[in-house]
C-alpha cells in the first residue's frame, strides 16, 4: 500500500508557517497583504473557489477584497476595476477566476493585470520568467505538486517523470518545474500514441486531464510516485480524481488522494504568492 500524500495536513503546516512571516511583515510594513479577487457570473464551483480563498486569506492574516460581479459586465467595466486595483496600494495581488464568461476576452484580462500583482502568474511576462528560471511567481497548482513532492523528500533529479495533460496553467508549467529540478521529462496529451507504455515509464507520473479514473493501475509502473491533479464530480456527486486511486494505490510507492491531495496546496500557493508580492512591492 502506497504512502499517502496528505495535502491538507502539508497544506496546514505550511500556512502556519506563512501566518508568522505575514504577521512579521504586516509588523515591519504597517499593513498586511492584500489580495484581491474577482468573479464575473454566478458560476457555483467558482464561487466556492472564490469562497474558499477568502476564507484562507482570512485564516493567515491577508487582507482580501472579493468583487464578485454579474455575469453581464462588460469587458471595459472589468478593465476598468483592474486598472483601479493596479494602482491600489493596498492590494498587492489580483486574481480574476476564470473561466469568464464568453463576451469577455481572457487574454485581454490577463494582460491587464500588472505582471507583479499576477498571483496566478498567467501574464506572458511570468510565463517568460518561469521558462528562464527566475520566476517571480509560480503558477499555483504545478507549485503545489513541487511543495508536495518536496514536503515528502521525493528526489525528483534524474527520475523518469511523466506529466499527462499539457494545458497553460497545469501541464506545460508543470513539466518545467520538474525540468527546472532535474527531472527527465516527458509531456503528454490527448494525441500520444501507446500512453501506457509511456506513463509506464515513469517513476513519477503526474495526472493532469480532467477524466476521472483516467489513469489505471496497468498504466503505472510499480513503486511510482504518482500524483493526481485532477478534479472529477462524478454523477453521485462526490470528487474524484484522474487516477483510479483504489487500484494505483495497491502498486504505487506514493499517492495524492482526491480530494485533499494537490487542491489545498493550490490554494495556500496562491498565499504564498500573495506575500511574495508584498514583499516585492515594498
Ligand atoms: P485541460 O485544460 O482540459 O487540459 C487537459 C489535458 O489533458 C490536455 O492537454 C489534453 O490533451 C489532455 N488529455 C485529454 N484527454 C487525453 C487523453 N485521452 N490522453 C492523454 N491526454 C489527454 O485541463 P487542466 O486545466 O489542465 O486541468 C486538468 C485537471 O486538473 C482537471 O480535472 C481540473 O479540474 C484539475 N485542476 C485541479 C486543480 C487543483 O487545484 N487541484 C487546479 C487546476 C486544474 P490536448 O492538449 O491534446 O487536448
Redesign the pocket.
Known amino acids: 500500500m502506497a504512502t499517502m500524500i496528505d495535502g491538507k495536513a502539508v497544506s496546514a503546516a505550511l500556512r502556519s508557517e506563512l501566518k508568522e512571516k505575514i504577521a512579521a511583515f504586516a509588523a515591519a510594513s504597517g499593513a498586511a497583504p492584500g489580495l484581491a479577487v474577482v468573479l464575473v457570473g454566478d458560476d457555483p464551483a467558482s464561487s466556492v473557489y472564490v469562497r474558499n480563498k477568502h476564507r484562507a486569506c482570512e485564516e493567515v492574516g491577508i487582507y482580501s477584497e472579493v468583487y464578485q460581479l454579474p455575469a453581464e459586465t462588460s469587458e471595459e467595466e472589468l478593465l476598468a476595476l483592474i486598472d483601479r486595483l493596479n494602482a491600489a496600494a493596498n492590494i498587492h495581488g489580483i486574481l480574476v477566476q476564470l473561466p469568464l464568461p464568453k463576451h469577455i476576452s481572457e487574454e485581454r484580462i490577463v494582460l491587464a493585470i500588472h505582471p507583479d500583482k499576477d498571483v496566478d502568474a498567467f501574464h506572458p511576462s511570468n510565463v517568460g520568467k518561469i521558462m528562464l528560471g527566475n520566476y517571480r511567481f509560480l503558477p499555483?497548482?504545478p507549485a503545489?505538486v513541487m511543495a508536495l513532492l518536496q514536503y515528502y523528500n521525493i528526489e525528483v533529479a534524474g527520475k523518469e517523470c511523466v506529466v499527462?495533460?499539457?494545458?497553460?496553467?497545469?501541464?506545460k508549467p508543470q513539466a518545467l518545474l520538474l525540468l527546472e529540478k532535474n527531472g527527465t521529462v516527458t509531456v503528454?496529451?490527448?494525441?500520444?500514441k501507446n500512453?501506457a507504455d509511456v506513463t509506464r515509464r515513469a517513476d513519477i507520473l503526474v495526472?493532469?486531464?480532467?477524466?476521472a479514473k483516467?489513469i489505471t493501475a496497468d498504466m503505472v509502473k510499480e513503486g511510482a510516485v504518482v500524483i493526481d491533479?485532477?478534479?472529477?464530480r462524478m454523477e453521485n456527486g462526490k470528487l474524484c480524481?484522474?487516477v483510479d486511486f483504489e487500484a494505483v494505490s495497491q502498486k504505487a510507492s506514493a499517492i495524492t488522494p482526491?480530494p485533499g491531495?494537490?487542491?489545498?496546496?493550490?490554494?495556500t500557493m496562491l498565499l504564498q504568492n500573495a506575500l511574495r508580492a508584498a514583499e516585492m512591492q515594498q
Open positions: 499555483c497548482t503545489g499527462v495533460g499539457r494545458s497553460n496553467i497545469v501541464g503528454c496529451h490527448s494525441r500520444t500512453l495526472a493532469a486531464v480532467g477524466k483516467f491533479v485532477g478534479i472529477n480524481g484522474d482526491v491531495g494537490v487542491g489545498p496546496m493550490t490554494i
